[in-house]
């Protein structure tokens, strides 16, 4: 069983470089979220999906951008990184009943 | 804003001992859920608390859900070791825009 795929697991990029987050879900979910976590603290909400063509910014949406062509996939784009930007991303979707919010295994991005 | 605090931030407990976890948020919610995140790992659901006056258990865990009160709590029973992790509730948001607003987090260490 599949669930929530991320890649990459870990990555380490320089400041001002650019990359993308990959998520992909197998369970035909609509909502679809990413969410950052620092050190010690708790998950911050980046962006969400309600479906294919639908995103909007969640708590904080500045350096990132989103996109979502599909049901299965919601990519993550980190443009112009930066140190601030070191953090776990944490991928996740839920089902349309809301019972259960799954999570991705997480990727470990460090910004030097 | 929708706030989510929890207290306390952290707990240090002995084996056997009983203890609460309370997680207050700011604004109307009549859903709200509970995970358990082990240190590297992503986040495991517990509980998901959909209506006013709810209550789930799972062995030494039990989480209620007081929507007037705008808090819920996660009380632990006869701690364990195996216990030990850091616990957030998450809420959503209640407006239809299916936003998940964690908190901060509980991080609990059981001693032996």
């Known amino acids: 069983n599949a669930g929530v795929t991320q890649t990459p697991k870990f990555r380490i990029l320089k400041i001002g470089q650019s990359m993308t987050l990959q998520c992909t879900q197998d369970?035909?979910?609509?909502?679809m979220y990413w969410y950052r976590q620092d050190p010690g603290m708790g998950l911050k909400l980046i962006y969400y999906?309600?479906?294919?063509?639908?995103?909007d910014k969640g708590e904080v949406p500045n350096g990132y951008n989103v996109s979502r062509s599909t049901t299965e996939d919601f990519p993550l784009r980190l443009e112009l990184a930066a140190p601030s930007q070191t953090s776990v991303y944490f991928c996740?979707?839920?089902?349309?009943?809301?019972?259960?919010?799954?999570f991705g295994e997480g990727s470990w991005l460090t910004v030097v | 804003e929708l706030k989510v605090e929890q207290n306390p931030l952290f707990l240090s407990m002995q084996e056997g001992k009983n203890y609460t976890i309370y997680c207050n948020y700011s604004?109307?919610?009549?859903?709200l859920y509970w995970y358990r995140q082990d240190p590297g790992k992503s986040l495991e659901s517990l509980f998901v608390?959909?209506?006013?006056?709810a209550v789930k258990q799972e062995g030494r865990l039990m989480a209620s859900l007081d929507t007037k009160a705008r808090l819920s709590t996660l009380h632990i029973t006869a701690a364990v070791h195996d216990l030990s992790a850091t616990y957030f509730c998450?809420?959503?948001?209640?407006?239809?825009?299916?936003?998940?607003?964690f908190g901060t987090g509980t991080r609990l260490k059981v001693l032996a």
């Open positions: 998450a809420v959503d948001l209640n407006s239809g825009t299916y936003k998940y607003i």
């Open positions: 999906s309600v479906g294919a063509g639908i995103t």
């Open positions: 608390l959909l209506s006013n006056g």
């Open positions: 996740a979707s839920r089902d349309a009943a809301g019972n259960t919010i799954y």
């Open positions: 369970m035909n979910h609509n909502y």
């Open positions: 604004t109307t919610s009549d859903r």
